[in-house]
């Protein structure tokens, strides 16, 4: 089964903390969308007659485009493979791009799933992130969404500058009112080149420590926890049978191809595991989207393992202690290396299987090197 992500690398504006690669210009989207199809037909034998369950439409803004271009990938796409009858179709929506029939629309073009970047409902957090939108699109926007789709997601950020608990209390005060589906948390980060960085740098701004998102993060478990959603990834929160197909088949390793300028794909053929990422450019996307791929690995044994580790504990779907020991040159420091992640509180070992803590979910990705580590 495969899953197919598009990229779509238009915005209106950037938003102060983006480091993402996007352009403004909206006078490249239809040649973009030319290039696009171009790059579709090129991949025709990695899709004829496979069965795809999902399809995301992430970005940049993909909300902004015309809902004519979705359609015409849509039906081009369908032409090739098959999609199952109870296929994920996601699109990445900003709230002000929801106003009017546009959500008609998208959902009139087969989209059965937004994700929509709400990221605060306080004016005060939207504003220092640079966002165009107001809180109330917002509330209209995830309103009027739950109303017509299957599912609805939407997207917090935490440890903005100056946030206090009180303000992130009310974020998910809003958002679990909402009942929705699926919520996705993310910590602020501060990424070089970015405007929030240079106001940091130049101490207009401060963020929050690291005890403070901490304290934050633990917050979004608890209350996230006590309004019946699953944490199933470190930043992602479903009720029973909401959570992103899309997201899971990736961080499962199953395959997945992308489309677009830095789109990756991840491919299985005849057991050789390879790894491709797409151009990032999009003046040389557009120019030669039969070969976009600039990027192309077949996975060692060895990176095959340490994938595996990373994103096992990332879904928290227990790492099994056997498997890692495994080509593991920790050798019996495992023990010992194990003990002393518990004794943080940081992992629980269950039978043999290793999943991480409330606490532990923070470091994921830390706790993954060390358990990895020669
Ligand atoms: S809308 Fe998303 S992708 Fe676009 S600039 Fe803002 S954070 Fe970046």
């Given at each position: 089964m495969l899953s197919l992500y598009v990229h779509i690398?238009?915005?209106?504006t950037r938003c102060s903390y983006c480091d993402f690669y996007?352009?403004?210009?909206?006078?490249?989207v239809d040649p973009f969308f030319e290039a696009l199809l171009a790059e579709t037909r090129a991949r025709l034998s990695l899709l004829k007659g496979r069965s795809v369950k999902a399809i995301h439409f992430g970005?940049?803004?993909?909300?902004?485009?015309?809902?004519r271009h979705l359609v015409r990938w849509l039906e081009l796409a369908s032409t090739y493979c098959s999609f199952t009858p109870d296929v994920e179709i996601t699109l990445e929506a900003n709230p002000e791009d929801l106003a009017g029939g546009r959500m008609f629309e998208l959902h009139a073009a087969g989209i059965n799933r937004l994700s929509i970047g709400?990221?605060?409902?306080?004016q005060r957090k939207l504003a220092a992130l640079g966002r165009s939108h107001t809180r109330e699109d917002a509330l209209r926007a995830v309103r009027a969404a739950g109303d017509l789709f299957q599912s609805v997601s939407v997207d917090l950020i935490c440890a903005v500058p100056c946030e206090t608990r009180d303000e992130w209390a009310s974020d998910l005060r809003d958002a679990t009112a909402l009942q929705l589906p699926h919520l996705s948390v993310y910590m602020l980060s501060v990424e070089p080149k970015t405007r929030l960085h240079r106001k940091v740098s130049r101490g207009e701004v401060t963020v929050p420590d690291e005890d403070i998102q901490a304290t934050l993060y633990e917050d979004a478990l608890g209350n996230l926890a006590g309004h019946g959603y699953r944490h199933y990834e470190v930043s992602n929160f479903s009720v029973?049978?909401?959570?992103s197909r899309y997201n899971l088949a990736c961080w499962m390793r199953e395959p997945y191809i992308g489309f677009g300028p830095s789109a990756h794909s991840f491919i299985r053929e005849g057991g050789v595991e390879i790894r491709q990422a797409n151009v990032s450019v999009l003046s040389r996307y557009i120019a030669d989207p039969q070969n976009a791929v600039t990027f192309y690995e077949e996975l060692s044994e060895k990176e095959r393992f340490l994938e595996q580790v990373f994103l096992t504990l990332r879904i928290n779907s227990g790492l099994d202690i056997g498997f890692l020991r495994?080509?593991?040159?920790?050798g019996h420091y495992m023990t010992e290396k194990i003990e002393e992640l518990t004794a943080r509180g940081w992992v629980l070992d269950e039978g043999g299987q290793l999943f991480l803590t409330s606490k532990g979910f923070l470091f994921a990705d830390h706790i993954a090197g060390e358990l990895v580590s020669d």
């Open positions: 690398p238009f915005c209106r996007l352009v403004t210009r909206q006078d490249l970005g940049g803004t993909p909300s902004l485009l015309p809902v709400v990221q605060s409902f306080i029973e049978g909401h959570h495994k080509g593991n040159k920790l």
